[in-house]
């Protein structure tokens, strides 16, 4: 519980997960670029279970996206300047 300067009182209830499944981070080599996947694919809440909490996050059963991590010192067209820690800046090489 956390008390507000304005509002009153403010309940906090446990957080609880939206599903429980499997992934895998699977990466390959297409050309000369390294793409990593995320996959995953949900095994609970089952199929027949009601899936509200899932559904209005727009979670879906299964995924796959692509992961792409920019070096921030490449000012490849984006006008947008990432600043990383120095501990994973540095891991980006120059």
């Known amino acids: 519980m956390t008390l507000l ?3 009153g009182i403010e309940h906090k209830y ?8 499997i992934y895998q ?3 390959h080599n297409p050309g000369k ?3 990593t996947h995320l996959v995953y694919k949900l095994e609970l809440p089952s199929k ?3 899936n509200e909490p899932q559904e209005s996050l727009n979670i879906k059963r299964e995924g796959s996206f692509i ?3 920019k070096n921030p010192d490449q000012h490849g067209g984006s006008s947008q300047f990432t600043r990383f820690p120095t501990h994973l800046q540095s891991q980006f090489g120059q």
């Open 5 to 7: 300067r304005q509002e």
């Open 14 to 21: 446990p957080a609880r997960a939206l599903g429980d499944g």
């Open 25 to 27: 981070i699977p990466r």
């Open 33 to 35: 670029r390294m793409i």
């Open 48 to 50: 027949d279970k009601e």
């Open 67 to 69: 992961i792409h991590i």
